[in-house]
């Protein structure tokens, strides 16, 4: 079985997390890059006119990718973001889209300062063909330590 660790972070909380898991798995890792990056501004959920506010707020928002996926030669892909108003920012359904992931496992993982997976998986599923055999992991907080990430990673139906 080969695995992928592909991620999304827009402040490195996530990426953090992602790097210590593809070192524990050995597997290659890749960054969802949004074709323009997130600027602070940007990212200020406060301000229902800034540029994650307005994605988040329209649900078939895809921002475009910097590359498209590339995951013909793995079997399971661990698909890591922050949590974004309760989902995974839309840049995760363009990343999902962009490539065929039919017959492949994926396993989210995400970081949140307080909210869990909310309706992440529902809103996830249609980015994808009905073969992928989803496992909902875990929403990490703070700061995680190696052994609390091994530990999660071999109690997973894999």
């Known amino acids: 079985m080969k ?6 972070s827009a402040t490195g909380t996530t990426r953090r997390i992602a790097n210590n ?11 969802i890059k949004p074709q323009t ?3 602070g501004k940007d990212l200020n959920w406060n301000d229902s006119q800034s ?4 994605e988040m707020a329209n ?5 475009a990718l910097a590359e498209s996926a590339d995951v013909a030669a793995y079997d ?7 949590i974004w108003w309760y989902v995974a920012p839309h840049i995760i359904n363009s990343y999902l889209e962009s490539a065929d992931f039919a017959g492949k496992t994926i396993v989210l993982f995400a970081t949140s300062g307080g ?3 909310g309706n992440t998986l529902a809103e996830l599923k249609p980015s994808c063909a009905p073969s992928v055999t989803w496992v909902e992991g875990r929403v990490f907080r703070g700061h995680v330590d190696n052994d609390s990430l091994n530990q999660w990673v071999k109690q997973l139906p894999l």
């Open 59 to 63: 649900k078939t928002s895809r921002p």
């Open 3 to 8: 695995n992928l660790v592909a991620y999304f």
């Open 76 to 82: 399971t892909i661990f698909l890591g973001f922050p």
């Open 115 to 117: 909210s869990g997976f």
């Open 37 to 39: 990056p997130y600027t």
């Open 21 to 31: 898991l593809a070192k524990f798995l050995g597997s290659d890792i890749v960054e």
């Open 51 to 54: 540029r994650s506010s307005v």
